[in-house]
């Protein structure tokens, strides 16, 4: 059974920084991040394919960066300019095969297989 382990969550102030990352016991092809704030409903954030490329959601873009290493085994997700909207738990979520769609849509839950079990991100002065 693969295990996704989360650790770097934690308080920040506004326009702080923090890196959340996520180790796999096995080499995923295609991993992502989602987060969920109280009352909101669960969304992708940033997802990485077998090849590299990279899929932000909207109100990241600029502010994160998603990388891994060689080993396809650890995921980094480098967030910059903290917002308090960005106040969420953040889970790591992975699946073996490639993420075909990724190029025409945002990846949801039920596309993955294995899911880490969170670690939360809070942004306020």
């Known amino acids: 059974q693969v295990q996704l382990v989360e650790s770097g969550g934690g308080p920040v102030q506004p326009g702080g920084s923090l890196r959340l990352s996520c180790e796999a016991t096995?080499?995923?092809?295609?991993v992502a991040w989602f987060r969920q704030a109280p009352g909101k409903e669960r969304e992708a954030v940033a997802t990485i394919n077998g090849d590299g490329y990279t899929r932000y959601t909207d109100s990241v873009k600029g502010r994160f960066t998603l990388s891994r290493d060689n080993a396809k085994k650890i995921m980094s997700l480098k967030m910059n300019s903290l917002k308090p909207e960005d106040t969420a738990m953040y889970y790591c979520a992975a699946r073996l095969p490639w993420c075909g769609w990724l190029r025409g849509r945002d990846p949801t839950w039920s596309d993955f297989s294995f899911w880490g079990q969170g670690t939360q991100v809070s942004v306020s002065s």
């Open positions: 096995e080499s995923m092809n295609c």
